[in-house]
């Protein structure tokens, strides 16, 4: 996961496209590709800001696949991510739903409806007190400090929320450690950094906008 689908479209840039364990055992920069690679979809009516996004990830997609791709700036928009998100241009982490994105320059804060149970599912957890906290069905909120430049991707995670209170950050890294790091590989964490897929050299974040930029 990296952090409620860790963040933006920096983090849909470095999260895992697919929740399966095939898919996740693929180099890191192969599951970003992923993300671009814009999937075969059944023919259901999206909206225009899902369209939007898809048409702009495929740009982003085939200008990175060429051996001098056109420099290049592209917007997207948080009611596109969010969109492409909620219309299935990204299959979650199992437990992770209602993904909603909004930014300010720099700082990006990602909101879900998270199922603990199901996404803790493949370990028991043994300390009671972790496992109070992170049981159920609860609305998760996350700041980061997201930034992207040299080719290489950035996040930072400042806060998490559940229900509205403050998760202390040594409860979050026990969570990271014990059970997203064994799911989804030693790259997800509080403090991530990755390289950008698609020749992006840099992705600006914005008010509730990210900007990527190819050469």
Known sequence: MKWIVAIAVLLTFSLPAHSQRESLALPQ???L??????PPQPAVSHSASYQSAQRKLKEISENGRLARPQPRTTVLTADEINAYLAEGGVTLPEGVQRVRFSSVPAMVTAAARIDFDRL????????PWMAALF?????????AQA????????VHVGSVAIDGVKVPRVAMQFLVDYYLKPKYGANVGLDSRFPLPARIDVAS???DQVAVTQR
């Open 29 to 31: 920069h192969a599951r």
């Open 33 to 38: 590709e992923r993300v671009l690679a814009i």
């Open 120 to 127: 803790t599912a493949s370990r028991k957890m043994s300390n």
């Open 135 to 143: 049981s159920g069905v609860h609305e998760v909120s996350v700041e």
């Open 147 to 154: 930034t992207g430049s040299g080719g290489m991707g950035s």
């Open 205 to 207: 974040v914005g008010n």
